[in-house]
């Protein structure tokens, strides 16, 4: 039983590692077509597809190597499911991501309409979140060595600051952007960004001053900008989560109870009869 579920499991990470083969061949293959662009914009393609290969040859053998002791720390047999496994699956998550990007990028690049600006700041944000992907990852096998065989816990003579003190190189601004949600579906995607704007569209009326006209004028003119702005809105979100109080927070989910909000699906979206 043991000898086929090994087996099985070896098969499933076979297929998941074609991913990141896959990845490494698309930033290749862009980095041989930016390379003759000697504008900035094409240098700036070809050393960002350069920074996301080795940023995913960084990865590889770490995800790997949690991925092989991960199944030690299930439940059971019957329940597979811990932190580590739950990494493990955000950081395939994200290189099914990037590979999506990139292969975007092959198929419109040599349109006239081409966005270079847009896809420039997608690659770079990409190959910024795996770079925070590999920390995180590097700290987890820190916390397995820290740990007794199959306990999610570190020993007693150990504390999380430890960890948390070591992570310069962790970069949050990244996942808020361009690539935020990338772990879930298109449409849970869209709620999460919709979410996001209005969070801190909300912030900047939170912390304005001046009579309900000019906040609600504030409020327009913010969402249209973090709207158009991903990495603005990214900034805004890691700031709040940051340095915003809890009167803050109390005063944005109030949101939900607003007459206002409980009645905005009557206004965009017919009600469903029930029998």
């Known amino acids: 039983m043991m000898i086929s579920q090994s087996f099985a499991e070896d098969e499933d990470s076979n297929s998941v590692y074609a991913m990141y083969d896959v990845l490494k061949e698309l930033c290749l293959n862009n980095v041989e077509y930016f390379k003759s662009d000697e504008s900035t914009i094409g240098k700036k393609f070809c050393e960002s597809f350069k920074a996301l290969h080795n940023n995913v040859v960084s990865i590889y053998p770490i995800v790997d190597e949690i991925r092989k002791v991960a199944p030690y720390y299930d439940f059971n047999q019957n329940t597979q499911g811990n932190g580590y496994r739950s990494f493990v699956t955000v950081v395939d998550a994200f290189i099914l991501y990037g590979e999506k990007t990139c292969q975007q990028i092959c198929k419109n690049r040599n349109s006239y309409f081409f966005r270079k600006g847009t896809y420039l700041r997608e690659v770079e944000t990409?190959?910024?979140?795996?770079?925070?992907?590999?920390?995180?990852?590097?700290?987890?096998?820190?916390?397995?060595?820290?740990?007794?065989?199959?306990?999610?816990?570190?020993?007693?003579?150990?504390?999380?600051?430890?960890?948390?003190?070591?992570?310069?190189?962790?970069?949050?601004?990244?996942?808020?952007?361009?690539?935020?949600?990338?772990?879930?579906?298109?449409?849970?995607?869209?709620?999460?960004?919709?979410?996001?704007?209005?969070?801190?569209?909300?912030s900047e009326v939170y912390y304005s001053e001046g009579g309900m006209l000019e906040r609600a004028t504030n409020y327009l003119w913010h969402s249209s900008k973090y709207v158009l702005n991903p990495e603005l809105r990214a900034r805004r979100i890691v700031n709040i989560s940051q340095y915003s109080s809890v009167d803050f927070c109390k005063q944005f989910w109030f949101l939900g109870e607003n007459e206002l909000m409980n009645r905005l699906p009557n206004f965009v979206h017919p009600s469903v009869e029930v029998n």
């Open 126 to 202: 990409c190959s910024q979140a795996l770079s925070s992907l590999c920390v995180i990852l590097t700290h987890l096998k820190t916390l397995i060595s820290w740990s007794d065989p199959g306990c999610l816990f570190p020993k007693d003579e150990r504390s999380p600051q430890e960890l948390l003190t070591d992570s310069p190189g962790f970069n949050q601004i990244c996942f808020y952007g361009t690539c935020l949600g990338f772990q879930f579906c298109e449409s849970m995607q869209a709620i999460l960004k919709g979410l996001s704007i209005l969070m801190v569209s909300f």
